[in-house]
């Protein structure tokens, strides 16, 4: 059992590092051009927007490793 | 960095002995006022002060004034402000019962006088790949930190000593963190919290003598917040806190909502006949960290607290390693 905790901080680790690659290589470079002064407040809508997404799917895939890891201990 | 010792010093002596020496005196004063809770984990009936919370947070102030007495830094200013906020939403739930909702809501404003007094930096550094500049969506993430970290202390806080004793270990992991990645002032600012949790774990262990309460909880999980933003290590933050958001998860996401744990009906654990923890099979009770540990058999409840202290430090050491990680880009 504390193996498979270990394993599960270990993958959410590993997850973190994966989703901070991710926001850098994704979110970093958006930039929104030809809305004047309102340029970055839609290029932070859009961020925001898409930061929302990968943490939905941050959620989900740690889900899916939770029920993987301790599915012979979680019956509820 | 040499000039910095001195207040180092201090500050932490401070934060130790405040915790250290006013605490038999709160137990006390707190036995003869009857605010006491039955420990519920206990075969015979045995009752325990709360909370704890008031000294906690005099050991944080007096400490972090020394500092600013030194630094003169907006930083210490925004933590005090956040940290004594912080304390008050917890305080008013140890006296009156609120609903779920009322501590991530009010933590939520706790966090203002962080973007108030301008102490955060809205880059997000992450480790290999570098920092990402995310100014609108930074404020979101001031906003939201200070109830997850709050919450998720105050979450953890199940079985004797274990919320200070995990503190003791996530805070010092983080102050390792900030003196790898050079950020020497915010890494002195963030010691006391760790020799106030070292303290309190003193009274807090087991047997408890005392329990830190919602005020204890929240103060230790708003002061790690705050110093995680102000530090600009709030990836780092996060992974030294992974056990306890890890509980956090488990438990909201067999729950599948936000609600205090004093209104779950199913029970996550139940005792044995020589009083050991079990998890049960109740499938309306919550999924949670304890449950977790438990699943392999029944254990004490020392045994339940030193398997949490040795997730932290895996988490801690994870943390460190990262810090280590933010000097190499790919």
């Known amino acids: ?3 498979g905790l270990f394993g599960f901080l270990f993958a959410m680790w590993v997850l973190m590092l994966a ?3 991710i926001v850098v290589t994704l979110l970093g470079p958006i ?3 030809g809305f004047g002064e309102f340029n970055w407040l839609i290029a932070s809508i859009i961020k ?3 930061a929302i997404v990968l943490v939905v799917i941050w959620i989900l895939i740690l889900l899916k490793l939770k029920n993987w890891i301790f599915r012979k201990e979680i019956k509820s | 960095m040499t000039e910095l010792i001195i207040p180092a010093i201090i500050s932490c002596i401070v934060a130790f002995f405040v915790v250290f020496v006013m605490t038999p005196p709160l137990i006390k004063f707190l036995g003869n006022r009857n605010l006491a809770v039955q420990d519920i984990n206990k075969k015979e009936s045995v009752m325990v002060v709360r909370p704890g919370g008031p000294i906690i947070i005099l050991g944080i102030i007096a ?8 630094l003169q830094l907006n930083e210490i200013l925004a933590i005090i402000i956040t940290t004594f906020a912080a304390f008050v939403i917890g305080y008013i739930d140890d006296r009156k019962v609120m609903g779920g909702w009322f501590k991530p809501v009010t933590l939520a404003i706790a966090a203002i006088p962080i973007i108030a007094f301008g102490a955060y930096d809205s880059n997000l550094a992450f480790p290999l790949f570098g920092t990402v500049q995310i100014p609108v969506l930074y404020l979101a993430l001031i906003i939201f930190m200070i109830p997850i970290t709050g919450n998720t202390i105050n979450s953890i806080d199940v079985l004797n000593g274990v919320a200070s004793g995990f503190m003791v270990i996530a805070s010092f992991s983080l102050s390792i963190c900030l003196f790898i990645i050079g950020n020497y002032e915010i890494a002195i600012v963030s010691l006391p919290l760790g020799f106030v949790s070292l303290a309190f774990y003193k009274y807090h262990k087991i047997p408890s003598k005392i329990f830190p309460g919602d005020s204890g909880a929240l103060t230790f999980g708003a002061m790690y917040g705050a110093i995680a933003i102000v530090g600009g290590v709030e990836i780092l933050a996060a992974i030294a806190l992974l ?7 488990l438990f909201l996401s067999s729950v599948k909502r936000i609600v205090e744990h004093r209104q779950i009906k199913g029970k996550p654990v139940e005792h044995t006949d020589d009083f050991r923890l079990k998890a049960t099979d109740d499938k309306t009770a919550p999924v949670t960290l304890v449950r977790l540990i438990l699943a392999g058999g029944p254990l004490s409840e020392k045994q339940v607290g030193y398997a ?8 801690g050491s994870l943390a460190i390693l990262t810090a280590f990680m933010m000097r190499i880009f790919l």
């Open chain 1, 48 to 50: 925001a927007i898409v």
């Open chain 1, 19 to 21: 989703g901070g690659g």
């Open chain 1, 31 to 33: 930039s929104i051009s």
């Open chain 2, 63 to 70: 400490a972090e004034i020394v500092l600013y007495a030194f």
């Open chain 2, 308 to 315: 949490i202290f040795k997730l932290a430090l895996f988490s």
């Open chain 1, 1 to 3: 059992m504390k193996s």
């Open chain 2, 243 to 249: 056990p306890a958001v890890i509980n956090s998860f």
